[in-house]
C-alpha cells in the first residue's frame, strides 16, 4: 500500500494554488518494510515535509525481485528530509 501526498495550502505569490504537477519526486530513504518506511513519512510529516512511502506491495517478496520501501519526497524538501534522517541515525535507541 502506498500513500499519496496530500494537497499543499500555501498560496503562490499571485494567489493562484502552486501546482505539483510537474514537481519531481526523489528518494531520500529506502526501508526494508512499510511500517518502518511509514514510521519515517510521519516523522518527516510531523517537521512539515510532505512525503510518501513507495514500493510497500513487493518489499516483502522473496521471489525474484525483492525490494525496499522508499520515502520519497519534492526535490525541494529532499535536504532537509535528508538533515532529519541523518539526525534520527545519530541519536542513540532509548529503550
Given at each position: 500500500?502506498?500513500q499519496s501526498i496530500p494537497p499543499e ?27 518502518a518506511a511509514t514510521v519515517l513519512v ?54
Amino acid at each position: 500500500m502506498t500513500q499519496s501526498i496530500p494537497p499543499e495550502s500555501p498560496q503562490t505569490p499571485d494567489n493562484t494554488p502552486p501546482s505539483d504537477d510537474d514537481a519531481t519526486l526523489v528518494t531520500v530513504a529506502e526501508r526494508p518494510t512499510e511500517p518502518a518506511a511509514t514510521v519515517l513519512v510521519s516523522i518527516l510529516a510531523d517537521a512539515g515535509i510532505r512525503a510518501v512511502a513507495v514500493g510497500g506491495f513487493t518489499a516483502g517478496f522473496v521471489a525474484e525481485a525483492p525490494g525496499w520501501v522508499q520515502v520519497k519526497t519534492f526535490e525541494r524538501d529532499a535536504e532537509k528530509a535528508r538533515e532529519i534522517i541523518a539526525q534520527i541515525k545519530a541519536e542513540p535507541l532509548d529503550f
